[in-house]
């Protein structure tokens, strides 16, 4: 049977002052009229049903999500007790499927992306799956045709095509680091790479299989997991061994160890939203350039994101490439080209004693 599985437990400091640790970027809305995370089981709803999705979150986020998502029960809804990167939560998620699926597929992504359209996506995940179905060793993941020679993304090198469909489905020939530009630049060239976008497709009894062989320390934690969840102690045994796991992503932990691993070239256009940036591209502008959210007075103003509410004036005058962002607590006004800087206010107000901001 096939499974929904999406993480939601990170952090999106890029988008402070409206990302907060108890409401980041999955529980915000950024782009459309819902919020990043109700988008993304928004669809999957075409190919999981509500009792075949899965939420892994963590304890600070575990109301709000399930207060968004109101058609999940409260058991699908996992809770990391600490932040170990995608691995362990992968592993979680493989064991709790386990326990009720012996034959559970699974489909990993992400709370925080924007894909497009929604028919193109749950036809590759129908796809992945079948292949996951005809052979159980696969490990199936997606690949993002580049449209930029990106710095920010890691790249999948395809090798040899094992499939005359469409899209095209390849053996993965090698995983890329986020590259220098002038790396980036010959890939782009090279036409054989693809973003990796993060969205997984495999059995859950091979994950965990090669999360034991390739992290044995892992492995053993997530067998005592298992073991809590037949006996009815999962709660106090997940508190006690989820944290002893070693932090590291599914990628270094398994992929790019493993054989069998397979790269479908994504028939969907992806965004991963990663800073305000990305929020014209997805909301569009007005013939100034702007992206504007809430109520707003602008002279001679191009170029500006401005994001406050319907009871809150921000007006501006003369101003260019802007980012302000207004909550009930915070305003953020920096320069547009600086965007990326945004991580270092919270590292200064959390040094600062100034949690309440955080």
Same mark, same amino acid.
């Given at each position: ?49 509500? =009792? ?31 932040? &170990? ?72 090198? @395809? ?17 890329? =680091? ?19 976008? #993060? ?19 892992? #492995? ?9 969840? &037949? ?25 790019? @160890? ?22 014209? &591209? ?57 965007? =990326? ?18």
């Amino acid at each position: 049977m096939l499974h929904a599985v999406v993480m939601a437990g990170g952090s999106g400091t890029r988008f402070w002052p409206q990302s907060r640790q108890q409401t980041p970027k999955q529980l915000l809305r950024l782009a459309g009229d819902r919020t990043m995370i109700q988008q993304t089981v928004d669809r999957c709803a075409d190919w999981a049903a509500a =009792e075949n999705t899965w939420i892994v979150t963590n304890q600070i986020q575990a109301a709000k999500t399930a207060e968004q998502l109101p058609q999940l029960s409260a058991a699908s809804i996992l809770i990391e007790p600490a932040a &170990r990167n995608t691995a362990p939560c992968v592993g979680l998620a493989a064991v709790r499927l386990l326990h009720d699926d012996p034959e559970a597929i699974m489909f990993v992504m992400p709370a925080d992306h924007v894909i497009q359209p929604q028919e193109a996506f749950a036809a590759a995940a129908l796809k992945a799956a079948a292949i996951v179905e005809q052979d159980p060793r696969r490990l199936v993941l997606f690949g993002v045709t580049p449209t930029f020679p990106s710095t920010g993304y890691g790249y999948i090198e @395809r090798g040899s095509r094992i499939s005359d469909s469409v899209p095209p489905v390849f053996e993965v020939a090698a995983f890329r =680091e986020k590259p220098k530009a002038e790396i980036a630049e010959e890939y782009l060239r090279a036409g054989s790479f693809y973003w990796n976008c #993060g969205i997984f497709c495999w059995k859950a009894r091979t994950i965990l299989d090669l999360i034991s062989q390739f992290e044995p320390e892992m #492995g053993k934690s997530l067998e005592k997991i298992a073991e809590s969840l &037949r006996n009815g102690t999962s709660k106090e045994v997940i508190a006690q061994e989820f944290p002893l796991m070693k932090s590291i992503s599914i990628d270094y932990a398994v992929l790019e @160890r493993a054989n069998h691993v397979t790269v479908i070239e994504a028939p969907f256009l992806w965004d991963d939203v990663g800073s305000w940036l990305a929020v014209p &591209r997805l909301n569009g502008t007005d013939p100034a350039g702007n992206s504007i959210d809430g109520l707003h007075c602008g002279i001679d103003t191009e170029n500006c994101i401005i994001r406050t509410s319907d009871q809150h004036l921000i007006a501006t005058l003369g101003v260019q490439n802007l980012i302000v962002v207004h909550t009930d607590d915070a305003t953020l006004v920096a320069d547009a080209s600086q965007s =990326e800087r945004i991580k270092e206010i919270l590292s200064q107000l959390d040094k600062s004693g100034r949690k309440a901001w955080l």
